[in-house]
C-alpha cells in the first residue's frame, strides 16, 4: 500500500500516535491487501457498473432535489443502521463515524464549519434510503469520461466496465482538456457529489469541496488526476487534505454518546443549516 503524501504523511502519523489507537499504525488503514470478500465484492460492482452514463444519468435524475425534505436529525437517524460495505477499517453504523470525525475535529480546536463538515460528510448516504446500492453511494470516487488511474484502489475491476470498449474515454484526458477544473468534470455517483448539491447553499466553498471530493483517493492521497485540476481546485484541496486525517484516523471500534453529544450539534446544525432540507 502506498502512503499519504509526503507533505501530509508524517504529520498525520503523529496525529494517530497521539489521538487514537497507539497501537494501530498508519499503514493499517485502507489496506485492501487484507480486506474481507465483501469489500473486494462492493468494488468490482463499483468498478463495473460506474459507467459515464451511469454517473451522468444518476445527478440528473437527483439533483431536483425532490426526493425527499428532511432535518439532518431525521437523516442522521435514518443512516443509523447504515454499516458502509467498502470500508475496510470499522464496522460502526453512519452517525457513529460523523460523531467520531467531528468531534476529532472538535478536539483540535478547527473551526466551527469544519466541524460541522465532519458532521455531515457522509449524510449524503441516504441514497440507500431511496434504494440504490450501496455500489452507487459508498466507496471511493474517480472521474468517469477519461482513463481510470491505476491508483484507484481494485483497478483490474475496469476491466468489466462498459467504458473500457469505449476508444474516445479510454485515453488521459478523455472528453475533457488539460487542467479544466474538478467543477467540469464528471465523477462516479455517489453520496460524495449528492451531498455536494444538497449543501451548496448554505456552507463555505472550503466545506463544499470536503463533501464532494472526500472520496476521491486517487487524487488528494495519491497524488493522481492533477491535470485535470485548476489552481483553484489546488488551493482547495488543501482542505480536503487537511479533512482526511479526521475522516480517515478517527475510525474506533469505541461508539460515541449521542446523547451527551447532540445538544452541542444540535446548536451546530442550526447556526448554518434551516430546519428542514431538500434531498
Request: proline letters at 5%; hydrophobic letters at 35%; glycine letters at 4%.
Amino acid at each position: 500500500m502506498s502512503h499519504l503524501h509526503t507533505d501530509v504523511g508524517e504529520q498525520w502519523e503523529e496525529f494517530v500516535r497521539e489521538r487514537y489507537d497507539p497501537n494501530r499504525k498508519q499503514e493499517e488503514f485502507r489496506n485492501y491487501e487484507t480486506a474481507t470478500p465483501g469489500v473486494r465484492e462492493f468494488y468490482r460492482l463499483n468498478h463495473t457498473l460506474q459507467t459515464r452514463d451511469f454517473a451522468v444519468g444518476k445527478k440528473r435524475e437527483y439533483m431536483p432535489l425532490s426526493k425527499a425534505k428532511m432535518s439532518v436529525w431525521e437523516a442522521m437517524e435514518k443512516l443509523d443502521s447504515l454499516v458502509d460495505e467498502s470500508d475496510p477499517d470499522t464496522d460502526l453504523s453512519q452517525i457513529a463515524h460523523n460523531l467520531q470525525t467531528a468531534e476529532a475535529c472538535r478536539r483540535d480546536g478547527r473551526p466551527r464549519w469544519f466541524i460541522l463538515a465532519g458532521f455531515l460528510h457522509d449524510l449524503g448516504k441516504v441514497l440507500c434510503l431511496f434504494d440504490e446500492p450501496q455500489w452507487a453511494v459508498v466507496g471511493d470516487t474517480f472521474p468517469v469520461g477519461c482513463a481510470w488511474s491505476e491508483k484507484i484502489v481494485y483497478p483490474e475491476f475496469f476491466r468489466d466496465n462498459p467504458d473500457a470498449k469505449v476508444q474516445e474515454l479510454q485515453t488521459r484526458l478523455g472528453v475533457y482538456s488539460q487542467n479544466c477544473g474538478l467543477d467540469k468534470v464528471d465523477m462516479s455517483w455517489g453520496h460524495d457529489e449528492y451531498l455536494y448539491h444538497v449543501m451548496k447553499a448554505y456552507m463555505p466553498e472550503e466545506a463544499l469541496y470536503i463533501f464532494r471530493y472526500h472520496s476521491f483517493y486517487p487524487c488528494h492521497r495519491e497524488n493522481g488526476y492533477q491535470y485535470l485540476m485548476n489552481e483553484h481546485d489546488q488551493k482547495m484541496f488543501h482542505w480536503v487534505k487537511e479533512f482526511n486525517q479526521y475522516d480517515l484516523y478517527s475510525k474506533s471500534h469505541e461508539k460515541p454518546d449521542e446523547k451527551v453529544l447532540r445538544p452541542y450539534y444540535e446548536e451546530l446544525v442550526s447556526e448554518f443549516l434551516p430546519s428542514q432540507l431538500h434531498w
